[in-house]
């Protein structure tokens, strides 16, 4: 087997799998490591337009701890793609200047339909049989959406600068939240999600499959489990009332009453209201009762790209 290792560095996280690609196409990866550390690399990029260099030094300090990981597990072969916060800032050069130096190979900066296609391959392999193609995926970030419909391979993908990151710095300013900027949340949000679901002919989607951190943690919280349990969670069908109650329970706590929410990572506590926002505006539109959450997502994609399978 060829053992990999897959970075994925997007606006929030940062996260590490290594694994063995198998001999056959059909069969699954063998995970060895799978981490994740939040990072906001994209703190302040929807404002500023540039990375800041306390944002680049915790990517860095993470970054190295990886590479000293992949090292030791004898990864042959390595990738790393960087996503929203990256294509976005002016500095980005600062960034990949950081990354060649403490990974040993440059990031690639992946554009919307790069990362789109990325996550469709990581989310649609092993989905149960139950799951009628064709497939909407919405992979929810801390600084895009990916909205990707297609069957066998993808037919057609958009990206979107909305995020839980970007929303929360753009409104969701109290803690927690008033109605009004709430409001002026969905607005934001429910505007650009009409036009990603028509440019990508959702209506002819059959599973809507939600990939990341947001949708993975409602699921979570939707199925009151006590812990983050990646095998509970992966898979799991959650009803559009469910997370809707996730969403309007999350936006009514405070910071300290998510942080308290069993599972619930520090990092992500500040802007899971957004998140499930998202999640619940795009369901919305998109007319789904129901979303399959996949564990298995763009960094399960960049894993199989190193095979030259995607």
């Not at 970054?63 to 793609?81: K, N, P, Q």
């Not at 060649?100 to 990362?115: I, M, Y």
């Not at 296609?117 to 909407?136: D, K, N, Q």
Request: glycine fraction near 8%.
């Amino acid at each position: 087997m060829t053992r990999v290792a897959a970075i994925d560095c997007g606006t929030n996280s940062i996260r590490l799998l290594v694994a063995d690609l198998p001999e056959r196409d059909d069969a699954p990866l063998t995970d060895l490591v799978r981490r994740m550390e939040i990072v906001r690399l994209g703190q302040g990029v929807d404002r500023t337009g540039r990375l800041a260099p306390a944002a680049i030094e915790r990517t860095r300090v993470v970054l190295a701890d990886y590479t000293a990981v992949i090292r030791d597990l004898g990864a042959t072969r390595t990738r790393m793609v960087a996503t929203s916060a990256t294509r976005d800032a002016e500095n980005a050069a600062e960034f990949r200047d950081m990354v060649v130096a403490t990974l040993g190979v440059a990031p690639d900066v992946a554009t919307g339909e790069e990362e789109a296609t990325l996550s469709y391959s990581g989310a649609v392999r092993g989905l149960p049989r139950s799951a009628e193609s064709p497939y909407l995926v919405v992979d929810i970030g801390g600084g895009s959406t990916e909205f990707i419909v297609g069957d066998a391979a993808v037919d057609r993908a958009v990206s979107i600068d909305i995020g839980c990151v970007r929303m929360t710095e753009r409104h969701l300013h109290g803690d927690p939240p008033s109605a009004a900027e709430v409001a002026a949340a969905e607005t934001d949000i429910a505007a650009t999600v009409a036009g990603a679901l028509d440019a990508v002919g959702a209506a002819r989607a059959r599973t809507l499959v939600g990939v990341a951190g947001s949708v993975t943690t409602v699921a979570a919280l939707a199925l009151g489990l006590d812990g983050y349990q990646p095998e509970r969670i992966h898979h799991a069908r959650l009803s559009y009332d469910e997370v809707a109650k996730v969403c309007a329970d999350l936006l009514a706590m405070t910071r300290e009453q998510r942080l308290a929410l069993p599972g619930m990572h520090p990092g992500r506590a500040d802007v899971i209201g957004a998140g499930a926002l998202v999640l619940r505006v795009l369901m919305e539109r998109a007319g789904a009762d129901a979303v399959i959450a996949s564990e298995h997502d763009i960094l399960d994609g960049i894993a199989w790209s190193l095979a030259k399978i995607v």
